[in-house]
């Protein structure tokens, strides 16, 4: 099991530029979420998944859209990328069982935009 | 608005010492709560979760212990080694089980 992988690791972007952040998990879990983490502001939740084909948006979703077109996949987007959006970016999945849910996180996507 | 505070900020203690790292949340109305442990430049590593009907969980020499009702959770680690320097982050996650929120973590260093 790969567990939660991220594509890309790194990513360096012009102000106004697009890009899509890939994350895949292998667990067949339920949910998935994607994550921004700054310093000083901690991690804070951008959308999430419940299932395919459904999105919702978390605490700071303005600038990013998502998709969830396959069970194992969950895209980030950045239509028109401003500074403010430099971060690291994590993905994570959690499954649904007994009443459980526990989030398991990829290892981030470092994104620069200048 | 849930809001989760971890302190300290940061601790640094000699290899061998019990320690214990501190977690409050303002809504006691969580679903569970989730420990994480964090290195520099990596993602997060699930330690320990808790659900609200529990008072803690042990894995190895790690205890989390829940107190719903005044809105606490703690990290108990024993005999602290230097691999266990790195950042330690507790969540909270909402009722509705779709949000986690996090706290701003504990950056623990222990010297050899």
């Known amino acids: 099991n790969a567990g939660v992988t991220q594509t890309p690791k790194f990513r360096v972007l012009k102000t106004g530029q697009s890009m899509t952040l890939l994350c895949a998990q292998d667990?067949?879990?339920?949910?998935m979420y994607w994550y921004r983490q700054d310093p000083g502001m901690g991690l804070r939740l951008i959308h999430y998944?419940?299932?395919?084909?459904?999105?919702a948006k978390g605490e700071v979703p303005d600038g990013y859209n998502v998709s969830r077109l396959k069970k194992q996949n969950f895209l980030l987007g950045l239509e028109s990328a401003a500074p403010s959006q430099t971060s690291v970016y994590f993905c994570?999945?959690?499954?649904?069982?007994?009443?459980?849910?526990?989030?398991?996180f990829g290892p981030g996507t470092r994104l620069t935009v200048l | 608005k849930q809001e989760v505070t971890q302190i300290p900020a940061a601790l640094s203690v000699p290899e061998g010492e019990n320690l214990v790292l501190n977690c409050s949340f303002t809504d006691s109305a969580i679903y569970n709560l989730q420990w994480f442990r964090q290195d520099p430049g990596k993602g997060l590593t699930s330690l320990l979760l808790?659900?609200?009907?529990?008072r803690e969980q042990t894995s190895g020499r790690l205890n989390a212990s829940l107190d719903k009702s005044s809105g606490r959770s703690t990290l108990y680690i024993a005999a602290s080694q230097p691999g266990d320097s790195a950042t330690y982050l507790c969540a909270a996650m909402n009722n509705a089980g779709n949000m986690l929120t996090f706290g701003g973590g504990t950056r623990l260093m222990v010297k050899p």
């Open positions: 808790i659900q609200s009907s529990q």
């Open positions: 998944s419940v299932g395919e084909g459904t999105t």
């Open positions: 994570a999945s959690s499954y649904v069982r007994g009443g459980r849910i526990e989030q398991f």
């Open positions: 667990m067949n879990h339920e949910y």
